[in-house]
């Protein structure tokens, strides 16, 4: 039973579409994020929800926009995309009253913008 | 700006060496500590995480802190080729819960 689970895996799209990467975690952890990971392997962290919250938004372009409509769903909504939204983008969550707050990531998403 | 450093490698041993990885963070007032491992494809996994300077051992790895020389290290006995992977070293400070990562270190053991 997978923990954290994001869909759609593989995504190919045109510049200028609107879409939307879905994550679902039962860990019954309390936060959940979206990383970004570049060509480079570079992990970046774009957003953290706590308790339905933003917690933080690093400088991130608007056209991004996280929607969570429960603490065990946080969805990512990115309006207009360009060339260099091409990444892998990761939903995680953790338990932040626990030792160490580790982060458990769902399998990534893989997006290719043409 | 909080960094976590890593050399990005790759680092080569062979097999049934020490593998040996390091990470240099800025953030003295950093409490927490995380190496995860990252197959090609995949998502990060957590390996282990460190809190306390000293060594601590799980398996074949041994994580080593020393906050006053602000790095951390992974090291893997008897490497490998499974081993094979980008390790990215992560640390949050005392002021966030949300780690920061490095870039990773990508580690090859041939047989």
């Known amino acids: 039973d997978t923990a954290v689970s994001q869909t759609p895996k593989y995504l190919v799209t045109q510049m200028g579409n609107d879409k939307s990467i879905k994550c679902e975690q039962n860990?019954?952890?309390?936060?959940m994020y979206w990383y970004k990971q570049d060509s480079k392997k570079f992990l970046k962290i774009m957003f953290s929800y706590n308790n339905k919250e933003l917690i933080i938004n690093e400088t991130v372009p608007n056209r991004f926009s996280p929607k969570s409509p429960d603490k065990a769903h946080l969805n990512l909504h990115i309006n207009s995309l360009e060339l260099g939204d091409s990444a892998v983008y990761f939903c995680a969550s953790s338990q932040t009253d626990t030792s160490g707050n580790t982060i458990y990531f769902g399998e990534g998403s893989w997006l290719t913008v043409v | 700006q909080k960094e976590v450093e890593q050399n990005s490698g790759p680092l080569s041993v062979p097999e049934g060496a020490i593998a040996s990885l390091n990470c240099t963070y800025s953030d003295r007032g950093s409490q927490s500590f995380f190496w995860y491992r990252q197959y090609s494809g995949k998502s990060p996994e957590l390996i282990m995480f460190i809190y306390s300077n000293g060594d601590k051992e799980d398996g074949r790895f041994t994580a080593q802190l020393n906050k006053a020389s602000q790095y951390v290290s992974l090291l893997i006995r008897d490497s490998q080729p499974s081993d094979s992977a980008t390790y990215l070293c992560?640390?949050?400070?005392?002021?966030?819960?949300?780690?920061?990562f490095g870039r990773g270190t990508s580690l090859i053991v041939h047989p």
């Open positions: 992560a640390v949050n400070t005392g002021g966030s819960y949300i780690p920061t």
């Open positions: 860990l019954g952890h309390d936060t």
